[in-house]
């Protein structure tokens, strides 16, 4: 009779149980009972990660932003391909490059050894590892707010609409803003390119063909990306201090020394040039902006409650 009770929502509770729903907010602290060690598991893992490959740190930044613009922050991007239910994001084409998948999977394993259930999810997993990466290279940490729950599909229709590197501000600005976020919170997180490499297809016609770069750089960096082959060789996005976050990226693009079109078209007599300016100058306000605009990017489109699962293997739903 009790259970009863309890299964038979009288519509009041209902109602309640839709508010809290949909006013669901995530918490720094929502593992605190559930798995307290989490946050040193993942940091312990990226550390170690990073200490044999620095650039296990820019995959994981990177891979915390194409989950999150991608039907929000809910692990669809790790799905694998999985005809006709998932159609993988991994196929899209600019997540062709896309790596870090197994150092996810290494990590979601000892978190689940250590809090069986499993009770994290996959999505707060990548979460955490952007943050962690970001500190390990030398950046701005924040807090990671928790809560969110994986997702049961995915969208590679989206996966292949990310920003293009080849796209113009306006096109940058707007897709941006299309996901609620400000010009100037863009720019932040272009910052991300801080660290990490790009391939020669995808900035070899911005060498031999941009109008808005220095000659001199565009030259030396022509002879590993040939304007015939080579598609897959890879450069710095920041040449400087490629594994080090910082925001020497910025200075570079005031010298117009960006490596993608897109990037370079921050700072091109545009309407964001003054932000990259104060970035370049000024680290301290970039590492409050790009912060908080991270924690915003964790922020769109999550699942809680009842929606999604915890995923066991973060490759396949359950
Ligand atoms: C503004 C729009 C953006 C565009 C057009 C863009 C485009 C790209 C491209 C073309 C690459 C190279 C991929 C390849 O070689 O296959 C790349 C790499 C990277 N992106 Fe972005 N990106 C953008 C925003 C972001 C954001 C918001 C983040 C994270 C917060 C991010 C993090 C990274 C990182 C860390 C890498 C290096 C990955 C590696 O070393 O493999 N990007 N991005
Ligand atoms: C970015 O803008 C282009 C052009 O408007 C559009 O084709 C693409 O779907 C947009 N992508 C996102 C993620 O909004
Ligand atoms: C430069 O632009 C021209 C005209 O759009 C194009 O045909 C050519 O392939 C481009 N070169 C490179 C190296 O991308
Ligand atoms: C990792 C991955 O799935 N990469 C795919 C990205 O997309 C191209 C096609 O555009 C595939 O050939 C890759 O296998």
């Not at 994290?120 to 969110?148: F, H, K, Q, Y």
């Not at 080579?230 to 490596?259: C, T």
Request: glycine share 8%.
């Amino acid at each position: 009779m009790v259970t009863l009770s309890y299964l038979v929502l009288t519509p009041l509770a209902l109602i309640f149980l839709l508010l809290s729903i949909s006013d669901a907010q995530l918490s720094g602290s929502f593992y605190g009972s559930s798995c307290p060690s989490v946050l040193d598991i993942v940091k312990s893992n990226v550390r170690s990660a990073i200490s044999r490959d620095k650039r296990q740190g820019a995959f994981l930044a990177r891979m915390y932003f194409h989950d999150c613009f991608v039907q929000g922050c809910d692990a669809s991007v790790l799905l694998d391909d999985n005809p006709p239910s998932i159609d993988s994001e991994k196929k899209a084409r600019p997540n062709g490059s896309l790596r870090g998948f197994e150092l996810i999977d290494k990590i979601k394993d000892s978190v689940d050894n250590a809090c069986p259930g499993p009770v994290v999810s996959c999505s707060d997993i990548i979460a955490i590892a952007a943050r962690d990466s970001i500190v390990e290279l030398g950046g701005p940490s924040w807090t990671v707010l928790l809560g969110r729950r994986d997702a049961r599909t995915a969208d590679r229709n989206a996966a292949e609409n990310l920003p293009s590197p080849f796209a113009d501000l306006p096109e940058l600005i707007k897709n941006f803003s299309d996901k609620g976020f400000t010009a100037k919170e863009m720019v932040a997180l272009s910052g991300a390119h801080s660290i990490g490499m790009a391939r020669c297809v995808l900035f070899r016609d911005h060498l031999y063909n941009g109008t808005n770069l220095d000659v001199l750089v565009a030259n030396e960096r022509k002879s590993n990306c040939p304007s015939n082959g080579g598609d897959e060789n890879v450069a710095s996005l920041d040449q400087q201090s490629p594994n080090r976050f910082g925001n020497n990226f910025y200075q570079a693009l005031v010298q117009r020394r960006g490596l993608l079109h897109s990037d370079q078209q921050l700072f091109s007599g545009g309407s964001v040039d003054d932000i990259v300016t104060t970035y370049s100058k000024d680290v301290d306000t970039f590492y409050t902006d790009f912060a908080n605009a991270m924690i915003k990017l964790g922020n769109i489109n999550f699942l809680t409650g009842i929606s999604g699962e915890i995923r066991k293997n973060c490759r396949k739903i359950n």
